[in-house]
């Protein structure tokens, strides 16, 4: 495979990583096509996991990643009833040292934006993709909604969960489907009595017989505190992709909230109460497996397999972006043809995302109410629960995209 002209739709995490992984692994062109007209600043604070740090190492910007995240080594679990702490979950691999990174989302957007600019990466924002077509002599047509057309050797499909892509072209029969549950989230200044709160170490999971609340710091200087929580809205159908609560929908929103999250621990309750806008991201589902490419169009990031929020979906698509970059450069080396990258890449990532898919499935079921004596047993049995947990969940931060064996000759 010769060098290529590479489209690239969408400009989330897994487009933005895709293009500078093309730039670093191989001689192949992309060009990145984004709906909006200019970048997305929707989502609060993700939790990125050690293999997207090692991700970002591996491409100079785990520096200045740092500069805006907050560095989370352990997420304690705390009762939301009592305020004590019952368990912690370490969040760092111990061997390379790498953390997870608490970061909103619009500044990792950002930093992404500021290194495909210094790459050289065009990025073309308010194009919306309207339609996918093969053309002769081995060339893939991306169809946009203002009438034009680009053609291209290869097409990446990094356009989420809704995937027009996918939708229209790759397997328009695999549809994402409302769970009923949307994330509520919003920033509080940090209230006076978190920084000193006996065993809270930055990143926090208080968990009650209505649910459980995230709160954690998401820059380096503590000021702020991001607030995570799971509850049932009626998605408006307009908004697919997250709205805020304004008006009285925000007042009623903040009052319940704050009556599931706030009636015990003061601490806790004084960061629930401190959100001044609660926003709301509706999750939608996309079943699992189904096919990840056709011809010379391939889907990557939540495109190919959204699963529940289990807190790595930011990983997977990250890790798919930098494993195809590396596959297509080791096309150009080989002379491998297009199908030989695609089939590689989709056995060499259908495992763990399975396997993530499967724990976050039985993690999003843990989510609903529970009765006054579940939670009274979990809270006795949590360093059972815990120690279970975490064997279950080691082997994911081990994972080296950067490095990862990419197997014989293509
Ligand atoms: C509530 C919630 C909380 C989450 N929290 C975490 C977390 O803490 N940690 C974590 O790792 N993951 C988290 N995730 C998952 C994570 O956000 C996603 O897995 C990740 O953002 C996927 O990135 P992506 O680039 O594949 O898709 P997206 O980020 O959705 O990007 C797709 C891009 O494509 C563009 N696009 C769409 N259609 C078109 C079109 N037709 N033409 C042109 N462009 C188009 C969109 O505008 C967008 O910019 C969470 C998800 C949810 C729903």
């Given at each position: 495979?010769?060098?290529?002209?590479?489209?690239?739709?969408?400009?989330?995490?897994?487009?933005a990583?895709?293009?500078?992984?093309?730039?670093?692994?191989?001689?192949?062109?992309?060009?990145?096509?984004?709906?909006?007209?200019?970048?997305?600043t929707?989502?609060?604070?993700?939790?990125?996991?050690?293999?997207?740090?090692?991700?970002?190492?591996?491409?100079?910007?785990?520096?200045?990643?740092?500069?805006?995240?907050?560095?989370?080594?352990?997420?304690?679990?705390?009762?939301?009833?009592?305020?004590?702490?019952?368990?912690?979950?370490?969040?760092?691999?111990?061997?390379?040292?790498?953390?997870?990174?608490?970061?909103?989302?619009?500044?990792?957007?950002?930093?992404?934006?500021?290194?495909?600019d210094e790459?050289?990466?065009?990025?073309?924002?308010?194009?919306?993709?309207?339609?996918?077509?093969?053309?002769?002599?081995?060339?893939?047509?991306?169809?946009?909604?203002?009438?034009?057309?680009?053609?291209?050797?290869?097409?990446?499909?990094c356009?989420?969960?809704?995937?027009?892509?996918?939708?229209?072209?790759?397997?328009?029969?695999?549809?994402a489907?409302?769970?009923?549950l949307?994330s509520?989230?919003?920033?509080?200044?940090?209230?006076?009595?978190?920084?000193?709160?006996?065993?809270?170490?930055?990143?926090?999971?208080?968990?009650?017989?209505?649910?459980?609340?995230?709160?954690s710091?998401?820059?380096?200087?503590?000021?702020?505190?991001?607030?995570?929580?799971?509850?049932?809205?009626?998605?408006?159908?307009?908004?697919?992709?997250?709205?805020?609560?304004?008006?009285?929908?925000g007042?009623?929103?903040?009052?319940?909230?704050?009556?599931?999250?706030?009636?015990g621990?003061?601490?806790f309750?004084?960061?629930?109460?401190?959100?001044?806008?609660w926003?709301?991201?509706?999750?939608?589902?996309?079943?699992?497996?189904?096919?990840?490419?056709?011809?010379?169009?391939?889907?990557?990031?939540?495109a190919?397999?959204?699963?529940?929020?289990?807190?790595?979906?930011?990983?997977?698509?990250?890790?798919?972006?930098?494993?195809?970059?590396?596959?297509?450069?080791?096309?150009?080396?080989?002379?491998?043809?297009?199908?030989?990258?695609?089939?590689?890449?989709?056995?060499?990532?259908?495992?763990?995302?399975?396997e993530?898919?499967?724990r976050?499935?039985?993690?999003?079921?843990?989510?609903k109410?529970?009765?006054?004596?579940?939670?009274?047993?979990m809270?006795?049995?949590?360093?059972?629960?815990?120690?279970?947990?975490?064997?279950?969940?080691?082997?994911?931060?081990?994972?080296?995209a950067?490095?990862?064996?990419?197997?014989?000759?293509?």
């Amino acid at each position: 495979m010769p060098p290529q002209r590479a489209t690239v739709i969408g400009l989330g995490l897994s487009g933005a990583l895709l293009a500078l992984s093309l730039n670093r692994y191989s001689s192949t062109i992309p060009t990145i096509y984004e709906l909006r007209a200019s970048p997305s600043t929707l989502g609060g604070a993700i939790n990125l996991t050690p293999p997207v740090s090692r991700i970002l190492d591996s491409l100079g910007l785990l520096a200045a990643a740092k500069e805006i995240a907050f560095e989370t080594k352990e997420i304690s679990i705390f009762s939301l009833r009592s305020g004590a702490k019952l368990g912690a979950l370490p969040f760092i691999d111990e061997e390379t040292g790498h953390t997870s990174l608490r970061i909103e989302r619009a500044l990792l957007l950002e930093l992404l934006i500021r290194a495909l600019d210094e790459a050289g990466v065009q990025v073309v924002f308010g194009k919306r993709l309207e339609g996918v077509r093969e053309v002769e002599d081995g060339r893939v047509a991306a169809v946009f909604a203002d009438g034009g057309e680009v053609e291209s050797e290869l097409l990446f499909g990094c356009d989420g969960i809704h995937s027009l892509v996918r939708g229209a072209y790759v397997e328009p029969d695999r549809k994402a489907t409302y769970s009923g549950l949307s994330s509520a989230y919003g920033f509080s200044a940090t209230p006076e009595g978190l920084i000193g709160k006996e065993g809270f170490e930055g990143t926090a999971v208080a968990s009650g017989m209505r649910g459980s609340v995230i709160v954690s710091y998401c820059g380096p200087r503590k000021e702020k505190v991001f607030v995570g929580a799971v509850m049932e809205v009626k998605a408006p159908d307009a908004d697919r992709d997250g709205w805020r609560g304004k008006g009285a929908m925000g007042t009623e929103a903040k009052k319940e909230l704050v009556e599931r999250f706030g009636g015990g621990d003061p601490v806790f309750k004084a960061v629930v109460e401190g959100v001044e806008e609660w926003s709301f991201f509706p999750v939608w589902v996309l079943p699992n497996g189904g096919t990840y490419w056709r011809g010379r169009t391939v889907l990557v990031g939540d495109a190919a397999h959204a699963g529940p929020p289990g807190g790595e979906g930011a990983a997977l698509a990250m890790e798919d972006a930098v494993v195809l970059g590396r596959l297509v450069g080791k096309a150009e080396e080989e002379g491998a043809a297009v199908e030989a990258v695609f089939r590689r890449y989709d056995e060499l990532r259908r495992e763990r995302v399975t396997e993530n898919y499967t724990r976050a499935s039985a993690r999003w079921e843990g989510a609903k109410n529970r009765s006054w004596l579940f939670q009274k047993t979990m809270e006795l049995f949590m360093w059972a629960f815990l120690m279970v947990w975490w064997n279950k969940r080691e082997w994911g931060f081990e994972y080296d995209a950067a490095n990862v064996e990419l197997g014989g000759k293509l």
